[in-house]
């Protein structure tokens, strides 16, 4: 990877999940501390059936009013599915936002030359009001940030 680039990872989708219960619900379902995920810090977790066995994996970050999930573009549907299933009487929100928003991958150099960067794996800071954080599982991963599609398009004119 060019230490100056940027790549969108096109296999990677996006979900958000929203409402006054999108702590709690998320918290019942992963196999992480969403109390570790906040404006500061992002993680790495699973979801798993009843019975233990591994379904679908994705980094969570927190975002405004809710939490996004960068996961595997072709999972996105299945993993929507299943979080709907689990949705019952929770007041939250679940949106698929892989047509809005990409996620692009940078290299853990360029992601230490933005303001507060920190060489702290799942370390999120603000660009443009758009989550960039460095991996949570390993450092040496590089970072990510997840932005709208139309404030790339315009950044890049």
């Known amino acids: ?48 059936t009843p019975q233990g066995k591994y379904l679908f994996d994705f980094l969570i970050i927190k975002h405004k009013n809710g939490y996004f999930l960068d996961c595997e573009k072709l999972q996105i549907e299945n993993l929507y599915n299943q979080l709907d299933l689990y949705k019952l009487r929770s007041k939250v929100e679940i949106l698929n936002l892989s047509n809005e928003f990409v996620v692009a991958a940078l290299s853990n150099e360029k992601f230490l030359e933005f303001d507060g960067a920190k060489n702290l794996p799942g370390l999120t800071i603000k660009y443009r009001e758009d989550p960039i954080f460095l991996d949570p599982r390993k450092k040496e991963l590089g970072a990510r940030i997840i932005i709208n599609l139309e404030k790339l398009y315009l950044s890049l004119k």
């Open 1 to 48: 990877m060019n230490k100056k680039k940027v790549y969108i990872l096109e296999d990677r989708g996006v979900l958000f999940v929203q409402g006054k219960d999108a702590k709690e619900f998320l918290q019942n379902l992963i196999t992480n501390d969403i109390d570790k995920v906040n404006e500061t810090n992002s993680c790495f977790a699973s979801l798993l």
